[in-house]
């Protein structure tokens, strides 16, 4: 029968039974459940929970924070004010059969509130209204509107239509072939898979195809597209857009403004019609059209330095310039040397001047004073004090055809006089370290040297290029000491102990302890090691990698950190057999390459040697080497050409801050001729123009040495380079060049090269091109392209685009709305201010949103991601990844592989998808989706929603009144504080349901309800206790000893079992606590013994 149900302004449990009902709540937190079609819910004030059953009801939440559930059939579902959570279908609340469809056809509202909406299945149409929303269509073909405010749209699977609406809102298409529209503000839209079009409408958007064959449109304003796999249309319209077409062949047309389209993979048209625009084509057979406009289309250049003579080969002071294209004149009345020349530049262009500077330590000056003069004018006065090189930069303006540069000592009266070290070049300067039983003073190498080091049996010894000796640095040690190499990061050298003996502290050594040595050859045992190698050097990074000579294993050794018995950390890599078919008695590292090289030696005098290139990249992954070689054809001594090489062990190699290879040979025939004296030397090795061959060339006899190793300063300069001892300060790579934008007309192409460039203050684009980079946009809207090697970007201000290119880079966006792109390689990469989008790319990197509303992409490798504050849209990729919201209402996504979520602070949705993940809400109103897998859900403090998908998951609700889904699979569920609503779904689930008046469905299967002793006080009821059967549900209540030890089991049933109808029991579990069980089963016989044996006591 059909009927008006009303309830009280109590907390009110109506049931519409299964006719055409009508029930008006009035108030209070009340429960409300419907079975029959066409029914109509009021809820009124209060928290409501509302069940739908029948087909085309209709449910009017009214005011308050309320919860509907459509259930089956075609239903409208008005959220009105307050936070609701409104789902349109398939949430079951009994074991009783469906009376319905289904979750088909529903149209919801959300009303005003921060709402959430799930269409579940069928063909849904939902709309958020007013304020900010989280819509999921789910299953079917649904149509999305956010409505007002900024909204967050999740298409699911089917052909679904989304629309945002007013305000920043971010859309995604999931599966299906979709539709997207931004319409009103900066939306960010992402198709998803399937062959999706996505339209920007107004404001600054960021569209992203995703995999699908995509159509992207921009509209009006400034937008970026990222087309990603299959062939894709990208549509720039109006504004200043970005375009990228990634994988596929793609269509890509800039439309109006001032556009940049980079192409990406395999062949694409691009079609850049009206405006000053930017093109870069990239791989595959690619047809570009440059339409109307001063119109830039990527090739490879580099600004040409203006300066003749730039080349410092010449020397490093100011004297030694003259006759290199530089005029050099002294003042006779203030004793100033200056060096000028004269260039071409344009009138009120801005030029960048560059100039590395060091004081001249083998001089014995601790620092020292320049003069930098542009068209006479001095434009700064600097101080140098220090070993090591750094660079000095300068935008000025030309001045036409007659501009002057000048570099000038500096006036001896001025306050800027270099200081004098009357000892003498300066190799060394006093620090402490902590060896772990307190700190110690000891004499670091000073930064910068152009010194050649050598541990000769035990002893540092320093070779003078001038002498050809060595000079002794400090007493002997009395231990033998290889695999050697000076760490830029403490200016100390470290390596192993080859014989007993004690250290400077007096502590014993052993031939496998790591020691470290000081500028005075005094050594320090670090701890014991597990090999006693005789060849190593360090890396960039802080690393000591010592081999074995026949390359069988290579070690890396973390001098700066400790393992469990305090020894250094150190890391042992097998390799295969035969990598190399000679030894080498010493390797070096390449600041310039990251590669290792040693030299081998030949048999006999004459034949060929080789030099032993080592590539250890994909070491710590599991990879092997990659070990090449390059034949040593020839040796230069004294203008004389010698076929092959002389033999004998190249015991210390080394390469300096140029790049420049050295070897020492320990004793052998330098002419080749069997019937002089041998002895040690020193050999430049020169490789070829080719790469195909190498040549030795003499540089210096030396003593005749053993039991030895080499190191050198990367940072210095060359050791065989002429210095001028009474220069104060050292200069090289002096450059001007035109590298300051002037708009969107103009582009900078970094070419080869380790390049320093600034965009200035104007929208500027700028490519790297290949080698280490560091590119600064400065102001402005820029575009940023590392191109190949390890680069550095900084956007600077203004919203900027920077994609870091191959190899790992640092990649930031600075202050203003940055897109910022990893590429290839382990990347870093920050949003700083602003709202940013940050992609890594391929490889396992880091990304850090800052400060704004950000939208972070790890993509391919186990990446982190770091949403700082603000309402960040955070989505791992593939593989194992670990995302951190941080403050904000953020949206987590972990994607494939087994993630780690968290959302931090905020109101946040987090998503696993793939594999077993870890989700943590954090703090706030969060929604947790543990996606397929066996994941860990845990939704911390505040009023979360649960669902942990398919498989058998961990569900913990935590503090706050929470919403727990089991889903699929065996899953164990527990409430925790709070008032709590507990859906167990399909599977053998077991729930605990925690303190707080919990709400609890089992689902299907066979579902174990726990309670416990320690809940506290409070009523749960649990709404579908199936008492038969193989999904025959249990009681656990072991924890709270409910048997008198005297009584029976029909004697406690009569003492705390008692009935509400036929099929409902009331438990009194002690403790404060009792329970309604709902049952599928009639007990008017008076017959429960079906019942009680379904509890464990």
Known sequence: MSGKIYGTSQNDDLNGGAGKDTVFAKGGDDIISTSGSQDKVFGSGGSDLVSLGGDEDRAYAGTGDDTVNGDYGSDRIYGGSGDDVLFGGDVLTSNAPAQGTGGIDDQIWGGSGTDEIHGQSGNDRLFGQRDSDVIYGQEGTDYVHGGLDTDQLFGGTGNDTLDGGSQNDAAYGGFGTDLLYGADGDDSLFGGTGNDAVLGGTGRDVLMGEAGADMLYGGADADALRGGTGNDLLQGDEGDDLLRGEDGEDILNAGLGHDVAYGGTADDKINLHEGNDYAVGGAGEDTLDGGIGNDVIYGDKLPDNLLAGEDTSVGLSVAQFEGADWTVTQDSDTGQTKMSQVIDTQSEKTYKVSIDVAANFAGGFTSGAIEVL?????????????????????????????????????????????????????????????????????????????????????????????????????????????????????????????????DALGVSVSPNSLVMMDATGAIYKLGDGQYADFVGDFDDAGNLWTFDSSLDRVTKIDVNALDAQGNPAIENFALPANLSNGNIFDVAYSHQTDLFYGVVAPQSNGEDGKILIIDLADVENGGIPTVSDIPITQTFVEDVTLIGMAKGAYGAVFVDGSGNLYAGLNSGDHDL???????????????????????????????????????????????????????????????????????????????????????????????????????NGEAGQDLVFGGSGFDHLFGGSGNDSLYGGEDTDEVNGGRGNDLAFGGFGADVVYGETGNDTLSGNEGADQLFGGAGRDQLFGDEGEDQLFGGSGNDVMDGGADADQLEGGNGNDVLDGGAGADQLDGGSGNDTLSGKEGSDMLLGGRGKDLL????????????????????????DQINGDQGNDTLHGDAGADTISGGAGKDTIFGGSGDDLIEAGAGQNMISGGAGADTFVFLSDNGSHHDTVLDFNCYGDSADSLDLTDLSLLESYESTDAWRERCLSWTNDNDALLKLGFGQSVTLQTNHDFSDGDYSLLVDSFIF
Do not use: C
């Not at 003593?703 to 104060?728: L, M, S």
């Open 374 to 502: 542009w068209n006479d004018q001095v434009i700064d006065k600097i101080e140098v004090g220090s070993g090591e090189f750094r660079t000095l930069n300068y935008e000025v303006q030309g001045f036409g055809a007659d501009t002057a540069i000048a570099i000038s000592t500096a006036d001896p009266d001025s306050n800027a006089a270099s200081i004098y070290d009357t000892s003498g070049p300066i190799y060394s300067y006093e620090k402490t370290v902590d060896l772990g039983d307190g700190d110690i003073m000891v004499s670091g190498f000073a930064p910068g040297q152009s010194k050649l080091l050598q541990v000769i049996s035990g002893q540092l010894q320093i070779f003078d290029t001038v002498t050809q000796g060595y000079t002794v640095a400090g007493p002997e040690t009395g231990v033998r000491v290889n695999a050697i190499g000076l760490n830029v990061q403490d200016d100390l050298i470290y390596g192993y102990a080859k014989a007993d003996g004690t």
């Open 673 to 775: 001729a069997e019937d002089t004296a041998e002895s040690g030397g020193i050999y430049r090795i020169d490789v070829g123009e080719t790469g195909q061959y190498a040549q030795a060339v003499f540089m210096s006899s030396a003593q005749t040495t053993g039991n030895n190793d080499g190191a050198v300063d990367p940072r210095g300069n060359d050791p065989f380079a002429e210095i001028d001892a009474t220069a104060k300060v050292l200069m090289r790579d002096i450059v001007v060049a035109e590298l300051e934008g002037e708009g969107w007309d103009d582009v900078i192409f970094g070419g080869d090269g380790d390049d320093k460039i600034y965009g200035g203050g104007r929208h500027d684009d700028i490519i790297g091109g290949i080698g280490d980079d560091t590119v």
């Open 929 to 952: 989706q543990g996606g397929s897998g066996e994941d860990f859900l845990s939704g911390n403090s505040g009023n979360d929603e649960l669902h942990g998908g398919s498989d058998n």
